[in-house]
């Protein structure tokens, strides 16, 4: 009775052993596995920025631009709001009416000036734009044209060269000139500091 017993006690030792035994080697293998599987990062990741690109002519026709005081959207080169001044408030009716593509901030990408041509109603008002691309998105900037004398009626003529120099043959109107007709005609120089025009030179003639 006594060995059969001691054997019983036996066997519940050497399973007690064996149960220990297999469970180290489950836990050990649990945790090659898990140490071996690659982690995954839950962190948002860093955008790429692209940085400057080239403006074209799609750019150009489908602009923002800053007309008459109204942000507005420009599609085909064309916005209007509104049929007539009479029964649309805040009517304005306006377009892309010139522009030119090319590197005017220096940084290896085209960019455009873009002139618009603006009616309220009764009057036409003509703004000149940068355009300039980046990470994707074309913006504009509304530009003011530095001259020596008068007021800026019409941008005729934009050149781009090719180290960035401006050229704008202008048409101005005097200071004593009324609004609609410019007498003065301008070729004027400018560089472009990223934010506004600078005029270089200036040749002039009634």
């Not at 064996?18 to 140490?35: C, D, E, G, H």
């Not at 704008?168 to 004593?176: A, C, E, G, K, M």
């Amino acid at each position: 009775m006594k060995k059969i017993i001691t054997a019983v006690i036996i066997i519940i030792i050497l399973l007690g052993i064996l149960y220990v035994v297999k469970t180290a080697i489950v836990s050990y293998s649990t945790s090659q596995q898990a140490s071996s599987t690659p982690s995954t990062s839950t962190a948002s990741s860093t955008p790429i920025i692209v940085g400057g690109q080239d403006v074209g002519i799609n750019d150009v026709d489908n602009g923002t631009y800053l007309v008459w005081g109204q942000t507005v959207t420009m599609m085909d080169g064309r916005y209007k709001n509104g049929t007539s001044p009479a029964t649309t408030k805040n009517f304005i009716n306006t377009s892309v009416s010139t522009y030119t593509i090319g590197d005017i901030n220096g940084d290896g990408h085209d960019d455009a000036l873009v002139q618009t041509a603006t009616s309220i109603g009764n009057d036409f008002n003509y703004e000149l734009h940068s355009l300039i691309k980046q990470n994707g998105v074309a913006s504009s900037t509304l530009l003011a044209i530095p001259v020596q004398v008068g007021t800026v009626r019409t941008v005729d003529d934009i050149n781009i060269g090719s180290k960035g120099v401006i050229t704008l043959t202008l048409s101005i109107v005097p200071p004593d000139g009324a609004a609609c007709c410019p007498t003065i005609h301008a070729v004027n120089t400018y560089s472009f500091d990223g934010s506004k025009l600078i005029l270089i030179s200036s040749s002039t003639k009634s």
